[in-house]
């Protein structure tokens, strides 16, 4: 318990964390329960985990849930091919008749089984469906899985740091929130957001800053948008707009917008924006 | 500690487990929480699991701890109405006005908040149930701000739709959770209708099948011999039937173009036909429904493993399904009913179902959605209804 609390949470180099989110991380460090985020795409969930990791100084290992995922996939693999193989010709140094030379580890066997404690990011946990995420919180919860194939049991050599991200498409079963601890990254106001322009382009004149993020948060009011532009397409978006040698940040405010394309991806979205700021004159 | 908070929580509605508030006992044994901050993120990371809770968490915590007025209980429950309301309402400012009995100009000069407030003082006066009337807002009366009732512009409250010329239920809600209901986005559609595939083995044998290779092996006396197969592929055929016509179906267009749109991206091997209220001779090619007619025969001679997808209110005057010239267009009518039609084709395609944005609650209200749903087995167009569909579209 004490080791742990030597290892407190405060943030690293290139994430802008609040205070809130901070105190979270730690309580479910000490807990030793997996923490849960959920969050508009581009809030920094998944950089969460890198910044926790890079600051306690642990090993990362990251496991991108795909929809066709196995709970098995994620433990381990027994690589029954390169078995065949080295029966028929003998080359390697591996022994046959020992089945565990053949069984590699997946990405929680892996955590499971390092040398050091580390961070274990559980990325997009509700692409899977309802049956993977909870076997695998039973894992998760129990520490230990077993290999069927030589009837061995590993067990973790130190409880990782789990962090689970999920973009809130469905919703998660009961027993599996109740298990882990939750939290929602808001959106970030405008000051957070000017504070994370500022990591991005140090040198960003306050003009182009005020008006860019005032634009950015009008666009986003736009009503019936399916996939509003968030964080990732504002930074790209300031990108373009400092590229552009005819670019002047005051015809924003006339509601001259270039680029629109950045911030909207989807065709439809990408109408309403262009039907929206003209009719309305949102600016 | 803080059992009574526990309990406020779990009063106000918040779905608070024991388990998880032994876990902050922990936490707070552990010496984790050493200020009145830390409780609140720490308690609330722990105990509530869902964002939608986080609203109504802040304003438990503000009365627990720093003695701030308790909303009453009543408001959670109204706000969460009004708010449904107001955002059906917001689309439809003559109905809104109509509802309020208020003239639509000095509507525009309202703000939203002040139309809540003025709807929960009308709720508020009601006490109880209410049926018929003049002014309450209740069911079946003549005051446009209640249900069923039957007024020309009426506005439903809650209760079960009798005209559908409401937007939403509001006060049949309590405790319910409706989330699974709302609009369907493109993502929702995407987690429901991934499972709707056909792996097929398609072109070269360039996968490695393992066990077949061991099993040769071992009969070739341990020489390897490797097997290869054909990679599988999702080769599903998708026909889209959607029930463009008429005004009973304006009310679902976002969801159906949603549902539309996904189905585009989705599926390589997608048709998409247009029809009005029920099927003819024809279905069209054009959303227009003129310029490219395709014959109901000619499906015949698609793959029968193809999956159809009806889309449609399933709504209409029962002679239009049974009639042998039910059709309301002279030119489709051939003698053959349309019942007879849809038959056909849920024949031709084992594979099928039949999408209804209409509330399942309310189908045995309209003769013709109970006859169509003997055909084709019908599912609602919401995300637990998508689910239900994709599950029979794929059994054998």
Redesign the interface.
Known sequence: ?SKHQNNTFSGASRYVLD??LA??V???M??E?P??L?GEPGTGKTMLAHAIAESLNMPLIVLNVK?SMKLVDALYQYD??TR??D??FGDSKRDVSNIEDYIKMGKIGQAFTSEVRTVLLIDEIDKADTDFQDDMLDVLDQMEFDIIEIDKTITAKFRPVIVITS?A???LS?PF??R?????IAFPDPEMMRKIIQVHFPDINSNLMGNAVSTFYELRKIE?I?KKPATRELINWIRALKTDPDFKPDQLANKDIPFLGVLFKKS?DYQKAMGSTNRRGLF | MFIDFFYQLKTVGIPVSPTSFLTLQKALDMGLINSIDAFYTSARAILIKSERYFDVYDQVFAHRFQDAEMPEYEDFELDEVTRALLEGWLEDPVSLAAALEMDESDIIDLSPEELIEYFKKRLEDQKGRHEGGRTWIGTGGTSPTGHSGYHPEGMRVGGVSRNRSAVKVAMDRRYKDYSRRGLLTQDMMGEALKRLRNMVPVGPKDQVNIDETIYQTMKNAGEIDIVFSRRLKDRIKVILAIDNGGWSMDQYIPVVQTLFDYARDQFKDLKTYFFHNTIYDFLWEDPARYKQPFKVENFVSFDPQTRLIMVGDGSMAPYELMAADGSIHVEERSGKPSIEQLKFLAQTFPHCVWMNPVFSQTWDKTPTITTIAQIFPMFELTLDGLEGAVNHLMTK
């Open positions: 318990m205070d809130e105190s979270i730690n309580v479910s000490a807990l329960m923490l849960l959920k929809s029954t091919l065949l193989n029966s028929r973009n498409k469905k919703d009961d929130l109740g882990c601890n939750f939290h929602h019936a399916e439809q």
